[in-house]
């Protein structure tokens, strides 16, 4: 088991059977885990966000129904479970979704990673510390940059443009690959939730592409704001953008193509045609024949 | 001085009498395929008239050929590298299907199977191409015998230059007039198919100037199609490659000539060898319009001078091919008596086809009862025939009368040398001044004659044997697969590989 190979296929194999591999490194995942999955809706010790203070949660919860909630949120809820009921109805109706990876035995350690993080002065995942001065017209303009792709993010990651749109952000709207962000600050829950999600996003797509580029905490900020004037100025995107996209192809087809007729205005076209229509006997020609 | 050897040609325009038996025997041999139908190596054209594809003499429209620029150098009007990248998904001077015809035959089963009917039934034409019943809108010899037609006579794009008085007579009844203008390949000394193709697929072959077109590398970019001013490279829709005429090569090598020139009814086609100049022939490509047939015949070389002699063998060019080269009638026709000349040599191709004019009808002037022929300008019917000047000199002399005016008058002065001498009703006089005139000699009279009227088979075509063994030599080293196996491994069989 010392040969890497060896323990690659280990932990290969115990990822996809499950099994419980008790380890020196299993705190060390949690944390890792923690991170890369948890922190943009909870925090410990850094107030509620989309999802609760998970501070002192092994206190308020019974440790079975953590192990039982994790892994599938949304079954319990469907069975009804009060508690879980409720955590959906303080969401505000956002799910908690059911995460890859998320075994019982990575549950286990979650759970201990949690309580030992309780216990901490100041724990490791308070959440991102976003400014709470109130947004001034410079932040909206350079958070309307920053999604652009105007001004390019520190560490390189795409501009948001590329995969979103939001209304008003430009004649032809944006992406649509990933949702409309128009709303996305009243879905977050404010200025909090939506920070903490830009500093971590959940999701696998955005993961994928923000994991080594993530957004600076200078450039949350502004973004935010954006995205809070956006959301006050209300309306999803009306798909003007789509029309006018629709509308400028085909226009643009025409204009080159008229553009070719005339640069190829000289072009060959036909020569027997043309002269037998002059001579006046075109019409004799297409006559039709003798059936 | 770079001496080659070039396989020519002369048509005799006086003697064709329009039969397309040439047209038939090339179709037959070489483009009875599919793709291929609407293809004629050979095609005879009626003259005024515009031919096969419609207007191909038309560079403003076809783009074929040669100009110069200001600077003095040679370029293709149908495309350059620059153009070959622009163009490379439309062409603008190709001919469409429509400019030659769409080919047909006919549903002949309807003529038993056609339901009752008021009529009798007919056979339907059918397409070669789609298999749809078409009206038939063109064919490869529309114009046939049509000279003096509104739609084509009248387009003809050599009446330029022609007065309006000249132009009515031509469609005038009872005075309009044509010929016949049989055409094939001219096999080019300055190929502008060759300089198009961008596979380089067409080469003119080393040992006898041939132009061929090599349909493994061909790739169907069809610019060939464009360049050449003559359209005489065709499109295989079927097979995708560009199809020419080939000289019927197979024939030429066994000592027989092409299946044009065997089957002519007329014997208006001579074929044999020039020696020509290679180094001057940028040089003669570029002269001056008017001093452009000059130029293509002083290309040529006398095969009996013994500089030329030597200088040929040098450059490989075999005994025997010298031998045929002496006895070439093309040599006589072209360069000895000038009396052929080259079709349009202002694409500058430098085309080794070359044409006697031909001696139209007279017109004749009735004096009192009877029609009287004679003047005393003995040359007045050349100026006064029904086919004017400026129309063959459009055809054969770059626009100017001169070398076209000399071959006439020298036609003319034989006719009465020789009507002196059979029929006698001319003075020994009259003939010998009218040849004195006409710049030949009585001995050089009878030359033309005897070529003229009673050649045989074999002072028509002096085909030189083809000795492909060395013309391969010159290409490839025929000891490269020497203690190769010799069943297709071009690489020497060896061990431990």
């Known amino acids: ?253 025409v204009v080159l193509l008229a553009g070719m007729d005339g640069a190829w205005r000289k072009r060959f076209r036909a020569v027997r045609g043309p002269l037998v229509e002059e001579a006046g006997f075109g019409r004799a020609h297409t006559r039709g024949g003798i059936r | 001085m770079e001496v080659r050897s070039q396989i020519a040609m002369v048509f005799h325009l006086d003697k064709c009498i329009g039969c397309h038996t040439c047209s038939i025997a090339c179709k037959n041999i070489w483009t009875d395929r599919k793709g291929a139908e609407y293809m004629w190596w050979n095609n005879v054209e009626t003259k005024p008239g515009t031919g096969f594809p419609t207007e191909w003499e038309n560079q403003e429209k076809y783009g074929g050929g040669w100009q110069r620029t200001p600077g003095g150098d040679l370029q293709l009007k149908s495309t350059d590298k620059r153009r070959v990248v622009t163009n490379i998904f439309h062409h603008p001077h190709q001919p469409s299907m429509d400019d030659y015809y769409e080919p047909w035959t006919y549903d002949y089963q309807n003529l038993f199977n056609a339901p009752e009917g008021q009529d009798q039934p007919t056979a339907i034409p059918i397409s070669m191409v789609t298999g749809e019943y ?35 007579q031509l469609s005038a009844i009872e005075r309009l007039v044509f010929f016949y203008f049989p055409r094939i390949c001219n096999h080019c000394l300055n190929p502008a198919c060759v300089a198009a193709c961008p596979s380089g697929a067409l080469y003119k072959r080393g040992e006898d100037g041939i132009v061929l077109l090599d349909q493994t590398r061909c790739r169907g970019w069809r610019s060939c199609i464009s360049a050449c001013p003559y359209k005489k490279v065709y499109y295989n829709w079927s097979t995708g490659k560009s199809e020419k005429c080939i000289l019927c090569f197979p024939r030429v090598e066994t000592g027989q000539a092409p299946a044009c020139f065997h089957s002519c009814v007329g014997r208006i086609r001579y074929l044999g060898v020039l020696l020509y100049d290679a180094s001057r022939l940028e040089e003669a490509a570029k002269s001056n319009p008017e001093d452009l047939v000059e130029a293509q015949r002083s290309l040529i070389l006398d095969p009996h001078d013994p500089a030329v002699i030597e200088a040929a063998r040098k450059s490989g060019v075999d005994d025997a091919v010298i031998d045929a080269a002496q006895r070439s009638p093309v040599y006589q026709f072209v360069k000895v008596w000038k009396l052929a000349l080259p079709p349009h040599i202002e694409y500058r191709t430098m085309p080794m086809l070359f044409y006697v004019p031909p001696m139209a009808p007279v017109m004749a002037q009735r004096n009192g009862g009877r029609v009287d022929g004679i003047s005393q300008d003995f040359f007045h019917d050349i100026d006064d025939a029904r086919v004017p000047m400026q129309f063959l000199a459009n055809l054969f002399g770059a626009g100017h009368e001169a070398p076209v005016r000399y071959a006439l008058r020298k036609q003319k002065a034989v006719r009465w040398y020789r009507r002196m001498l059979t029929v006698g009703d001319v003075s020994q006089e009259t003939a010998s001044r009218m040849l004195r005139e006409a710049d030949c000699s009585p001995e050089e009279a009878d030359a033309i004659y005897q070529l003229t009227s009673l050649c045989t088979v074999d002072d028509r075509y002096v085909i030189p044997p083809a000795h492909r063994e060395e013309a391969i030599a010159m290409l490839e080293d025929p000891m490269e697969h020497k203690q190769g196996a010799g069943f297709g491994f071009i690489a020497r069989p060896a061990r431990g590989e």
């Open chain 1, 1 to 253: 088991m010392n040969a890497p190979f060896g323990r690659w296929w280990a932990s290969a194999l115990a990822a996809a059977l499950a099994l419980s591999v008790p380890g020196a490194a299993r705190a060390q995942d949690a944390t890792a885990y923690f991170k890369q999955n948890c922190v943009s809706c909870h925090t410990i010790g850094g107030g509620r966000l989309t999802g609760p203070d998970l501070k002192d949660v092994t206190v308020r919860r019974d440790h079975d129904w953590l192990l039982r909630y994790m892994p599938n949120p949304k079954a319990l809820i469907d069975a009804g479970d009060p508690i879980a009921v409720q955590l959906f109805q303080e969401a505000r109706g956002v799910l908690m979704p059911s995460l890859p990876g998320l075994t019982p035995d990575m549950a286990d350690a979650l759970i201990s990673l949690m309580e030992s993080e309780s216990k901490l002065e100041k724990s490791q995942f308070v959440g991102v510390q976003v400014s709470d001065r109130p947004f001034t017209a410079q932040d909206i303009e350079r958070g309307r940059a920053i999604m652009r792709g105007d001004i390019a993010q520190l560490a390189g990651g795409p501009p948001c443009l590329s995969c979103h749109t939001v209304r008003g952000v430009g004649a032809l709207g944006g992406g649509r690959l990933g949702p409309d962000l128009t709303k996305v600050y009243e879905r977050l829950q404010g200025r909090k939730g939506l920070s903490a999600w830009l500093s971590a996003p959940a999701t696998t797509t955005m993961q994928s592409v923000f994991r080594d580029t993530p957004l600076d905490a200078e450039e949350i900020l502004p973004v935010v704001a954006y995205l809070e004037e956006a959301a006050r100025q209300g309306g999803e995107d009306s798909g003007f953008g789509r029309v006018t996209f629709l509308l400028l192809g085909l226009g643009g087809a």
């Open chain 2, 134 to 168: 078409i009206d038939i809108k063109a064919g490869p010899n529309w114009d046939d015998d049509l000279s003096g037609s509104p739609v084509y006579a009248e387009n003809d794009p050599n009446l330029a230059g022609l007065t309006e008085q000249q132009r009515s």
